[in-house]
Structure formats: structure tokens, C-alpha cells
């Protein structure tokens, strides 16, 4: 690899940067859009692109070859990133829990009629994830031993979460481990939620982190700054205005009217809530989803 | 003398590209492209016989029955559609449209139907690999020579004997075209199956590397893969070779000269 | 020769494509399947009506021809040219066979890191994808196509002294044709789906993110009409190879055998 | 009965029209022997692609015994001018004369002894494990005419089925016919542009003229039916009937010229 | 001059192993017109693919004018045996003709009247547009005739060129390969198995044995130089000359039969 085709992406015009930033376009970045479009970011003489990606597999290797300055993770698979020795740091607070138990954005749904009634339950059940070895299975297993069950006989499948609403429905897998919007259809068709997996682990649990490389904090330490600065005025204007991130939904998902009246909106704090990390990464070494423990000073701002 | 030329030739590119690769990578510092030095050892270290049973030997499964129902289906529908010109002008569209649909976003579809065990992701296989097969026969089909046609209608070969006797035997080096291509669909195809609703499984293996930055472990999958393919083809040749003998002779024998 | 009637091949075509609609209208009506999973033609057909409003749909219909057209044309370029030097030269044949069939089977998906790695969510990655997976498709059929070249023509051609040149020209290129239409018509649905995939799973802009975009939001019906819109482009896009097909090969027998007599 | 009606077949495929045949009317009894001469090109395969049902007529009919021809009538076993492409190329020289008894659901016994006589009948004895394309054109050839014999067909068509032959074996093959039809009753029509041999080997001969192709002249071959190479052709009354068909002939292509 | 020293072809292909020529030595003067005839399946299509430099011997050597053949030497042209297959079926007539002449860099406005020429030649006039494929036999192997004559060649091979036309197009053909010799001074080697036609052609025969082959005797035609089809063909010494390479020929098959 080379850094050759990084063309004017991270490269600066008259004092502007031109930042882009890779993004799984799900609620959990409106605070990004929305900053964006409330200028924070250009009063900070930053020129912000977005750029959608499924996932890690796409949005880390852009971040390290600098194709984007910034990405967007969950801190389980950016702590998978730090053992592994790719050479990354969080910059930002992504997203958190609500906290509330019942009403967080993610969360173990059942069909109505099933048995299992609660987290308990689902000990030896098949549990849908959107991705095995990852935040999804730590959270439910978490929610499961503080419930009294044994985690250690949940057979976790890997699917995509939009798919999980028809695999419930046909009986496929017992219970599923979804995010906003889908939780709200499996719950507006009849479904119930189980498990507040999230806050289970840690109430005050940090979900996600905006990043970059250790190349770009070492060569421009000040872009990053003016980003960090700028994410976290995002951030706290998201959690302060829920109807204006419900607005800008609709410009950059298809979530349709209705729905967006009705999800669940996570919290945006802008500090990356260091003990419920660390807590992440305790259970995650205990599942074996690390291979050795993560070293969060090195990741962590 | 014969057998060594034949291997030189079949191992010579590889091993002057895999020299290169070893070379040119040997102080790469990409996180990513690490030096192929340690994608080997991660080789030997990934591969071990119990990885191998656990999670080549089902992709195997799901592959083997994804291309033979594949190969089955594109050639049936192939004789037909290749004999039947009403026929054609019917399904054309509709199989057009339907293979113009990326395999991953028609899984939710597939899973609909087929739930999300190891059918589904044969029906993916399936699904993606049948084209060639298809669209090969109905060409080979359509392009039997018309006096090779007369003179079995003269003779009386009707029916399942003209099917067997003379259109799929001339048709056969087509159809073997698209079988070799579907084959290597039906690898991809297995890969990209096992991305969705799977836990074990190449693919899923590959994936899960990737996924958990294990990147030298990710090439050396991307390798096996590859070992894996060709191998497969080596097969493949084999079987086509026996079956069409009279193919390569009736091209070789006057071009060969001798 | 044959005495089955013959029909209109487009009223046939439109009356299969009707068909098919009438079946996805049917299916979730008649509760066959949950119509939030598989929603009525009528509700897609809604869908599509809402996206064709957008500019974003169009821009990224656009994104996605664009991502398809440079791509099949570097693959089909190099397919073919590759495909005609390998396929002629028994050496070079003897020499890549297995270097071919080593690369051949490897997913363009698996190669995503590298693709991002080099390009980013750029036009590029998209290509590199695109440009990977239909190569392989029009280099095997040419490869099979040079190989069907009838002994007795090529003779011809060499006793009566044709260039290297005039011999692909006039002996080989034909006899592939065939074989090349086969490999573009392949290469060119393979080529749309590999657009679609890698912006859908790489993000780059076009019909595949917008996919992507709908899967995430739970918006059903907008997912099906928008794999419609690919499914629709696959059809028009087998209609122009079609019509060439018909054009250059009208000496073949597949196609003479349908006009003449 | 073989009858052939006001037989009509133009050919059209896009910017060319050619009327092969324009009127067309003779019969053939059963068991007779009859030759078809014609200038190249005078729709000769035409005609007997039309009689064996292989090509649809644009006008007139074909009847064999009574019946119209939509299809190949059964028992009716044709030797095509295209010898090289007849044969099928991913079959032995064996499995190319047995496949059509195959079809017949001849015994397997009988089925072999066939094979073995006919190719043995054309000088090909010990060539059964060869492929087609192994054999030099003439043995080809040849393959295709044991394919006909082994058949034991009712009606046999035959499109200038000796053209790649040499004399000698050529001389061999006409007698191989004319004893075969003697001792089969099978009907022979023979399509040939050697007017030696359609002399030698007819009971009649029936001369088309050139395309729009018409009926020229027919005329019966009033030779014992006890022919042989060498006396038979230096009969008189064969060279006279020779020197007809002759005239005739140049005389089709005369007013063909004048046509044009 | 051809030189044709110690000949030998063996083809193997598998489990077969055929020798179809075991030893051939002859040559052919420049300008000079020569016969070949033998048995059906004796080589004479693999000694033409041989001297045509598109097969190589087992065994021996062919020379042109001294200079060892590798690959076909330039201003040779040969018709093909397949005539059917030698065409090219996605080009029309007037194309196939016209290519070589093309690859030959022959100017457009000679190409059109060489290709213009040879079709009356043989009898072709107002077909350029059509395909081969829709033509009929004989007139396909004179499409591949007019296109060896286009090309203008020194040495002109011919296998067996005149097998699917009819009588009197032969003879017409007959004459016309006489003339373009007589005329173009060309170097001509003809394959037939029609002897009439090896003695009314040629200045010399060469009469092959049958398989192994050898060169069974040659025989120089001494005819007048000016020939025709009605006086030549009645000439005492002509029929003298035809019984003689007949008798050879029944020699020929008859050795092979004792060899067996
Ligand atoms: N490609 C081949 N493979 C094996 N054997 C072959 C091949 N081509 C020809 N032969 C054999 O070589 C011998 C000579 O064949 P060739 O075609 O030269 O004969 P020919 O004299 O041209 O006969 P004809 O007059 O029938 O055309 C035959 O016995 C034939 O079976
Ligand atoms: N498929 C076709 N399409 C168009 N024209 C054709 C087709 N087949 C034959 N013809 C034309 O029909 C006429 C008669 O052809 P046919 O093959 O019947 O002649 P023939 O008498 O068998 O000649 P030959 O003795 O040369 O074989 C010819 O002028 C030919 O060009
Ligand atoms: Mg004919
Ligand atoms: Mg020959």
C-alpha cells in the first residue's frame, strides 16, 4: 500500500482542510451530519465529507491508508484494532446508552408468544448478531450472567440487522440483538424486548468513538483538535435538540416519517466513558473475543 | 522429460510471481500488506487439519452442492430455452433481470424462503453460478451444426436420444466453458454466502480476519482460497479432458501436426 | 424447419417480465409471504415513484452506469486481448494455466481491504472490483473461443500466407466472437453486480450505498425498488448486447439458423 | 409411392430471395431405382431436403405412400452431400452406423453384425474405433454411406454420396447400391452430377434444368438389370443414353443463360 | 522446382498409430502441370498438407526451389480437400475471395477485377453478397477454386477441387485450370481419383499405392499440348494412357490386400 491516491482528501486549500470521514450511516452519526450542516465544523476551517461504509472491514483500512482522516467504530472492534497493533486512536465520543432500562437504542427482542420471558431465559437459545466476536455477543452475554443465566450455551448467528425482523418472525433464530430502527419494527410487529443489553453492561456505557491514525495525530495534531473540538459541540447540540437529529435522519437514511417519529435516540455525551470501556474489555478478554488484554491508554484520548 | 516440462509449466508463473510478492514485501511496514514471509508462517499456523475440517470441509459441502444443482439446473433450462425459441423470448428478460441482482442484496429474499441454514446459502451458490451454465447451453445448443440436426432427424434420433446423442455431446465444449466459469462463481459465491448468517465456513474464517485485523491470517486464507480454486480446477480439467476427448482430438489432431 | 409457431420475441419478453410482477404482486397478497418482508409490485412500484423524484436517485443511478461502463470496458479490452494472446500462443497458454486458475476463484470481495487501501471509497475501488471479477469472465470464453477455431479455416488462412495480424483479424476474432458476446453478456451482468456490491459493502456512491442505506432503515419497499432498478438495468443492458449480437453474427449458425428458412 | 406435386421452395433470408426450385413434379415407385442429374446448383439437395421432410416446401407437396411428408416419413435413410459435417464428431466410426440402429431398437446382436457388413461393405473393415475426423475425406464418406446401408432403410436418399471417391471405389459403391436394391426392394433416389454413373446405376433418370428449376427431360434406362463395370459401359445403347443426358443437360444450362 | 525427397507421416493420436505415407519421392518441375491419383484413404491429402508446409513430415524432406518448406511459402495456393470448411462463414463470398488478396496488399482496384474475374470463372457471377452457407456444394468448392485463382499463385495445390460440381462444370473447370497453367506459367500439383480427368489434366501422372504409401509408377501424358474435351478424350493414346494408370491402380489395391 501506498499513500500515493490520497489525491486532496486530507490535503489543505487556503487554510481549509478538507477532511472525509468514514461513516455506517445509522442513527448513531447524526451528530456528525447535523454538526455539519450547523457549520461547527467550517467555523473550525474544516471541509467535511462523508463517506458510507458497512463496517469496520471498509472504514479502518481508509482511516490507516489515510483515504479518510477520520472514521467511525465501535469501541470493541477498535480495541480488537489496539491488540492487533493497528496503529489507531479515538478522538471523539461516537455514541452511549440512554441508560434507561427498557428504553435504550439497542437491546435482546423476542415474538411476542415466546417463553422466554427474561434475560435468564435465553441461556442455550440461538441469539442473532449483526457481527459474531463483537460488541453484540459481550453485551447479551453480560446481560444474561447478571440476569443468573449461564452465557456460556448461547448460540450466537451472525446476520444483517435488517434481516433479523423476518428471521425472528420465522422462527430462524429465538431472539435477536437489535439497534434502532429495526428494534422499534420487531417491537411495533408484536415483538419484546428481553434485555436493555447496553445498559445491562455499563448505564453509563460508551458504545462508539470517532478515531484516526496515529500518522495523522503525529503529522497534525491541530486538525485533529479542531475536529475533536468540533465533534464535541456536535455532539452536545445533538443530545440537546432530539428533533432536529430526527430531521436530518431523513437526509442521509431512508427511514421513513413514521418511524423516525418513533425511534429511541441514543445519548451523545462527548466523553468517552473510560470505566464502562474498561469494563467492555474485561468481558471481551473473558469471552476470548481478544487475544490479549486491550491497553485502552494507548487508544484512548 | 514430457511430465517435468508439464510441471515446469504449471508451476513456473506462480513460483517467479510468489517470488517476486516474497521479495518486493519482504520490509513492507503496511499494516495491511504485511511481508508474505509472515502470511506464510500465519499460514502454517491457521491451516492445521482440525481448522481444516471445521471450516474448509462444510464450505466443500455447501460449494459441491451448490454448482451440481447449478450445473443441473443452467443445463436443463439451457437445453430448453436453447431449443425453444418462444420459450426464450419469454424467460430472457426475466432471468436477465434477475442475474443483474447482486447475490448479497437478494440474501434477505433467499433468506425468506430458505431460512438461514446451510440451504440458503446453497441457493445463494445456486443462484449466482447457474448464468454461465445457462447462458453456455443455450448458446452451445443454439449453435449445433444444422447438418448435424438433419441428419439425426433423418435417422430417426427423436427425443431423449437426440438430447443425449447429439445436442449435449455438441453442445458439450460449451457447456464444459461455462461449467469451468460457474465453478469459480461458485467459490466466490461461497465466500459471500458465508459473510451472512453463518458461523463457520471459509468465507466466515476470512471475514472474521478481517474483521479482527488478523490481517497475515486473512492473506493466508485469501491463499488457501486460491490453492483451493485451483485445485478444483485441476479437477474439473481432468473430468473435461475424459469427456471430451473427441474435442481436443478433432482440434488437436490437425493443428498438433502430427 | 420448425413448425412451432413463433411469436413476437418482445411481446413474448414483456409477457414474461409481466408475469414475473404479477407473481411478487400475488405472493404477499395472498399471504403466501409476509408482505413487510416481500411487499405487493404496487407497493414497490410506489417506491420507485419516490425515489425517481429524488436527485439522489438519479445521482446515484448515474454513479453506478458510470462505475459499470468504465469498468466492463477495461475488463472487456483486456479480457479479450489477454484472452487472443494467451489463447493463440500454446506456451503462454501452458504457462499462465495455473496462475489463471489461481486467481480466478479468489472473491473481488475478498480483496476489499486492498481495493480501499489504494483508493479509499473513491471511483477506484469500485473499478478495481469491477474491473477484477468481469475480466475473468471474457478472458475464459475468449480463451475457449480461440480453441474452437476450425482446423480446416485456419489452414486456409496460413497457406494462403495471411498475416499474423490477418489471421487474428480474419480467422480467430470471428470464430470468437461467439464466444466474446457470451463473455460480455456475462462480464456485463457480473460487472453491474460487483458495482452494486462494492458500494454496498465499501460505501462508494451509487445504487449499491443506496441499498445499503435503505437496508439499514428498515425501508422495505425502497430496497425492492431499487434492486429493481439494477434488475431493470440488467435487462436493457442484455438488450443492447442482444441487438449487436444479432448485428455481427448474423453469418452464425445460432442466429441464422433462427432467420433463414 | 414417393410423389413429388408442383414442388415450390424459395429461399429468403433478409436481402436475398432465391427461388431453388420453381415446379417441381415427377414420382418414384416403390422399388425403383432414380437418378437426379442437374447443373451445381440447381437445387438438387433442395429437393431431396424437401422429400425427406427435413425442409419445409414454400408451394407444391410431397407425398410418400399417400401420405404428406411433414417430417422424415420412418425407414427413410439419407446420405448427405456435407459428409465431413453428417458425421458426428464426438462418435467412433462404430457408434456413428449403430446409433440410428440404436434408435431402431435393433438387438444388440443384430445390431452388430449390421455395423460389422456395412462397413466391411465399404472397405472400412477395422476402422470402427476410429474417430470421423481420423479419416481421410473419401473413408468419410464412406462411414456415412454404411450408416445408410446398416439402416436397412425403405427409401433411401442419397446427395452425391460417392463424390470423394476414387474410381475404383467408386465402381465398388455403385455396385454395392445396385445390388442392395436388388436384393432389398429398397426405393433408391440418387442425386449425382457424374451422367455415367447415373446412367449405370438408374432404372431412370430424371434431369433438372438450372435454377428457377424445373423437370427438364426424364427417360428410362432400357440396360439389363444384370449390369456390370465393364460391359455395361462400353454398351452402345449406354452411350447413346449417355450422349441424351448429356444434351440435356447442356441444354438446361443453355436456357438458363438465355433466361438470365 | 518441388522436391519431394523420402516422405513419411505417421499420424499418432492415442492408442492409434496410422502410417499414411511410408516413402514418397518425386519431383515437380516448374511450370509443370502434375496428376496425383491413388486409392481413397492413401495420403494424398496429407502428402498436399505436407508439401503446402501445414503439417510436418515425420520423415524426409519437401523443397521449393531449394529452400526447405517450414510454413506454406509464399505464392502458394491451395484448395482444400473441405471445401465446406475452408470457407469462412462469417464473410461473404466476394470477402473470401478478396482477403488474401488483401493480406497480399494487392490494390483495391486490381483485388475487385482479379475477385471480379474469377467468380465468372467459375461460374459464380452476381453471388459475391451471398454467405457460403447459402450456397449449394458444388458451388461452395468453386467459390474456394476462384479464390486460389484470384490469388495468382506460382504453385497451386488442389485437392480434389473438382468432387461436388457436375459433369459439364467440370469439364468447364477442367479447361480452365488448363488455361490459367498455359497462360500464368503456374507450378500445379492436382489430387483426383477420377483417372479420366488425371490424364486429360495433367503432363504427368503420379500414381500413389495404397496405404503404406509409395510412389507406385509415374507416367508422362504425352497429349498435345492443345487439348479438348470432345477430340482429346476419343484419342486411342488417351485411353491407352487411361488404362494404364487404371491397371496400376488395381495393382496398387491389390498389393495392399496381399500385404494385409
Ligand atoms: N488427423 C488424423 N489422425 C489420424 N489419422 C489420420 C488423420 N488424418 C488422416 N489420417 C489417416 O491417414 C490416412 C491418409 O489420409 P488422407 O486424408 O491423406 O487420404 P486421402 O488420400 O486424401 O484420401 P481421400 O481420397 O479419401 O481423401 C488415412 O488412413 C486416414 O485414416
Ligand atoms: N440456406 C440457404 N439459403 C439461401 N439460399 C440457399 C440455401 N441453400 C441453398 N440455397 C440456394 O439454392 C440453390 C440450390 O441449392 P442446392 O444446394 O439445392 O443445389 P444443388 O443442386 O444441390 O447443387 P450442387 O450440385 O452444387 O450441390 C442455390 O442457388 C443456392 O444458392
Ligand atoms: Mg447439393
Ligand atoms: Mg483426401
Redesign the interface.
Known amino acids: 500500500g501506498s499513500d500515493k491516491g490520497s489525491g486532496d482528501s486530507g490535503g489543505s486549500s487556503g487554510g481549509v482542510d478538507n477532511v472525509t470521514v468514514g461513516v455506517i450511516p445509522i442513527i448513531d452519526v447524526a451528530p456528525i451530519y447535523l454538526g455539519q450542516s450547523k457549520g461547527f465544523f467550517k467555523t473550525r476551517n474544516i471541509e467535511l465529507k462523508m463517506e458510507a461504509g458497512q463496517g469496520g472491514a471498509a472504514i479502518v483500512p481508509g482511516v490507516v491508508s489515510n483515504q479518510f482522516q477520520f472514521g467511525f467504530s465501535n469501541l470493541t472492534s477498535l480495541m480488537i484494532a489496539q491488540t492487533k497493533n493497528v496503529p489507531i486512536k479515538a478522538v471523539a465520543a461516537g455514541v452511549s446508552t440512554t441508560g434507561v432500562q427498557g428504553k435504550d437504542f439497542g437491546a435482546v427482542v423476542v415474538k411476542g408468544a415466546s417463553p422466554i420471558k427474561t434475560a435468564k431465559d435465553l441461556a442455550g437459545k440461538k441469539i442473532s448478531v449483526n457481527t459474531l466476536k463483537n460488541i453484540g455477543d459481550t453485551v447479551t452475554r453480560e446481560s444474561v450472567r447478571v440476569a443468573g443465566g449461564d452465557p456460556s450455551k448461547i448460540e450466537f448467528v451472525e446476520m444483517p440487522f435488517p434481516n433479523m425482523p423476518a428471521a425472528l418472525d420465522k422462527g430462524d433464530i429465538d431472539a435477536a440483538w437489535v439497534v434502532e430502527p429495526q428494534l422499534s419494527t420487531i417491537k411495533a410487529a408484536g415483538g419484546r424486548e428481553v434485555a436493555s443489553t447496553f445498559v445491562d453492561t455499563d448505564p453509563k456505557l460508551t458504545i462508539a468513538a470517532y478515531f484516526t491514525s496515529q500518522k495523522l495525530l503525529a503529522d497534525k495534531p491541530d486538525l485533529v483538535k479542531r475536529f475533536t473540538e468540533a465533534m464535541n459541540e456536535s455532539l452536545t447540540y445533538a443530545d440537546a435538540h432530539p428533533d432536529e437529529v430526527r430531521q436530518i435522519l431523513s437526509t442521509y437514511t431512508k427511514i421513513d416519517d413514521k418511524a423516525r417519529a418513533q425511534v429511541v435516540l441514543p445519548k451523545w455525551p462527548t466523553e468517552i466513558n473510560k470505566a464502562s470501556v474498561q469494563k467492555l474489555a474485561e468481558l471481551g478478554t473473558t469471552d476470548g473475543i481478544f487475544a490479549s488484554a486491550p491497553d485502552l491508554d494507548k487508544l484512548l484520548p | 522429460m514430457v511430465v517435468l516440462k508439464r510441471i515446469l509449466f504449471v508451476v513456473g508463473l506462480p513460483a517467479v510471481l510468489f517470488a517476486g510478492w516474497f521479495f518486493l514485501s519482504e520490509g513492507s511496514e503496511s499494516f495491511y500488506s504485511p511481508p508474505l514471509r509472515t502470511i506464510l508462517t500465519a499460514f502454517g499456523d491457521t491451516w492445521k487439519p482440525d481448522r481444516l475440517l471445521a471450516d474448509v470441509v462444510p464450505s466443500l459441502l455447501r460449494l459441491f452442492a451448490g454448482f451440481l444443482l447449478a450445473s443441473l439446473i443452467g443445463i436443463a433450462l439451457g437445453v430448453a430455452i436453447g431449443l425453444n425459441r418462444n420459450l426464450r423470448a419469454v424467460m430472457e428478460p426475466v432471468l436477465e433481470f434477475f442475474r443483474a441482482i447482486p447475490p448479497p442484496v437478494l440474501v434477505p429474499v433467499i433468506m425468506l424462503f430458505a431460512g438461514i441454514g446451510d440451504g440458503m446459502k446453497v441457493i445463494v451458490i445456486v443462484f449466482g453460478c447457474v448464468w454461465p451454465v445457462l447462458l453456455n447451453t443455450v448458446e452451445g445448443v443454439r449453435a449445433v451444426d444444422s447438418v448435424v440436426l438433419d441428419t439425426a432427424r433423418a435417422y430417426g434420433l427423436t427425443g431423449p436420444a437426440r438430447l443425449t446423442r447429439v445436442i449435449l455431446p455438441s453442445a458439450s465444449p460449451r457447456i464444459a466453458a461455462g461449467l469451468r466459469q460457474a465453478l469459480s462463481i461458485a467459490i466466490i459465491l461461497m465466500v459471500i454466502s458465508e459473510m451472512f448468517a453463518s458461523s463457520n465456513g471459509l468465507g466466515f474464517t476470512i471475514v472474521q480476519f478481517q474483521r479482527s485485523f488478523a490481517i497475515p491470517e486473512m492473506w493466508s486464507g485469501i491463499i488457501l482460497l486460491g490453492l483451493l480454486g485451483f485445485a478444483l480446477s485441476l479437477l474439473f480439467r481432468l473430468a473435461e479432458r475424459r469427456a471430451l476427448r473427441w474435442y481436443e482430438g478433432l482440434r488437436a489432431a490437425q493443428r498438433r501436426a502430427g | 424447419m420448425t413448425t412451432a409457431h413463433r411469436g413476437n420475441p418482445v411481446l413474448l419478453g414483456s409477457a414474461g417480465l409481466a408475469g414475473l410482477l404479477l407473481i411478487v404482486e400475488l405472493l404477499p397478497r395472498l399471504g403466501l409471504v409476509n408482505e413487510r418482508y416481500l411487499p405487493p409490485t404496487s407497493r414497490i412500484a410506489a417506491a420507485l415513484a419516490d425515489e425517481a423524484a429524488t436527485a439522489t436517485f438519479w445521482q446515484s443511478l448515474g454513479d453506478t452506469l458510470y462505475a459499470w461502463a468504465i469498468g466492463l470496458l477495461i475488463a472487456v479490452v483486456a479480457g479479450v486481448l489477454a484472452g487472443l494472446v494467451i489463447g493463440s500462443v500454446p506456451v503462454l497458454r501452458a504457462l499462465t494455466a495455473s496462475t489463471v486458475e489461481f486467481l480466478r476463484p479468489i472473491p473481488s470481495v475478498a480483496l476489499i481491504p486492498l481495493a480501499v487501501l489504494l483508493y479509499g471509497t473513491e471511483l477506484g475501488s469500485t473499478l478495481i472490483l469491477v474491473c477484477y471479477a468481469a475480466f475473468w469472465q471474457v478472458l475464459v470464453q475468449v480463451l475457449y473461443g480461440v480453441a474452437d477455431v476450425d482446423p480446416v479455416a485456419e489452414e486456409t488462412a496460413r497457406s494462403y500466407r495471411f498475416s499474423t495480424w490477418g489471421r487474428v483479424r480474419h480467422v480467430l476474432w470471428p470464430t470468437a466472437l461467439p464466444y466474446v458476446f457470451t463473455g460480455v453478456r456475462l462480464a456485463a451482468s457480473v460487472a453491474l453486480v460487483l458495482a452494486v456490491t462494492a458500494e454496498l459493502v465499501i460505501g462508494a456512491p451509487g445504487l449499491g450505498k443506496e441499498i445499503a442505506t435503505a437496508q439499514n432503515s428498515d425501508a422495505v419497499a425502497t430496497m425492492y425498488a431499487l434492486i429493481v432498478v439494477t434488475g431493470a438495468l440488467g435487462v436493457v443492458i442484455n438488450l443492447l448486447t442482444r441487438t449487436g449480437e444479432r448485428r455481427l453474427l448474423a453469418w452464425h449458425q445460432s442466429i441464422r439458423g433462427e432467420v433463414a428458412v | 409411392m414417393l410423389e413429388v406435386k408442383g414442388l415450390r421452395k424459395v429461399?429468403s433470408?433478409?436481402?436475398?430471395e432465391?427461388e431453388a426450385l420453381r415446379d417441381l413434379t415427377f414420382t418414384v415407385d416403390n422399388g425403383d431405382l432414380v437418378c437426379l442429374?442437374?447443373?451445381?446448383?440447381?437445387?438438387?439437395?433442395?429437393l431431396l431436403?424437401c422429400i425427406?421432410?427435413?425442409?419445409?416446401p414454400t408451394g407444391g407437396s410431397v407425398k410418400v405412400n399417400g401420405n404428406a411428408v411433414?417430417?422424415?416419413p420412418?425407414g427413410?435413410?439419407?446420405v448427405?452431400?456435407?459428409y465431413?459435417?453428417?458425421?458426428?464428431?464426438?462418435?467412433s466410426v462404430w457408434d456413428n452406423v449403430e446409433?440410428?440402429l440404436?434408435?431402431?431398437k435393433v438387438p444388440k446382436a443384430r445390431r452388430t453384425q449390421l455395423v460389422e457388413e456395412a462397413l466391411d461393405a465399404v472397405g472400412l473393415t477395422g476402422t470402427g474405433?476410429?474417430?470421423p475426423?481420423?479419416?481421410?475425406?473419401?473413408?468419410q464418406q464412406?462411414v456415412a454411406i454404411a450408416?445408410a446401408v446398416a439402416?436397412e432403410p425403405e427409401t433411401l436418399l442419397m446427395d452425391?454420396p460417392f463424390?470423394?471417391?476414387?474410381?475404383?471405389?467408386?465402381a465398388d459403391l455403385e455396385d454395392l447400391v445396385r445390388s442392395l436394391w436388388q436384393r432389398l426392394k429398397v426405393t433408391v433416389l440418387f442425386v449425382t452430377?457424374?451422367?455415367d454413373e447415373a446412367v449405370y446405376l438408374g432404372r431412370r433418370v430424371v434431369m433438372l434444368s438450372s435454377s428457377p428449376t424445373v423437370v427438364q427431360d426424364e427417360l428410362v434406362v432400357d440396360l439389363p438389370a444384370e449390369r456390370d463395370q465393364l460391359h455395361t459401359r462400353a454398351d452402345p445403347k449406354f452411350v447413346a443414353l449417355r450422349t441424351r443426358v448429356?444434351e440435356q443437360?447442356?441444354l438446361a444450362?443453355k436456357g438458363a443463360a438465355v433466361q438470365k
Request: with cysteine.
Open positions: 429461399y433470408s433478409g436481402n436475398r432465391v442429374v442437374g447443373p451445381s446448383g440447381c437445387g438438387k439437395t433442395t431436403r425427406s421432410g427435413l425442409l419445409t411433414t417430417g422424415p420412418p427413410m435413410a439419407v448427405f452431400q456435407e465431413g459435417r453428417s458425421l458426428f464428431p464426438w462418435a446409433l440410428p440404436k434408435q431402431k474405433k476410429a474417430y475426423w481420423q479419416l481421410s475425406g473419401g473413408m464412406r450408416r439402416y452425391e463424390a470423394a471417391v476414387d474410381a475404383q471405389t467408386r452430377h457424374d451422367i448429356y443437360i447442356q444450362k
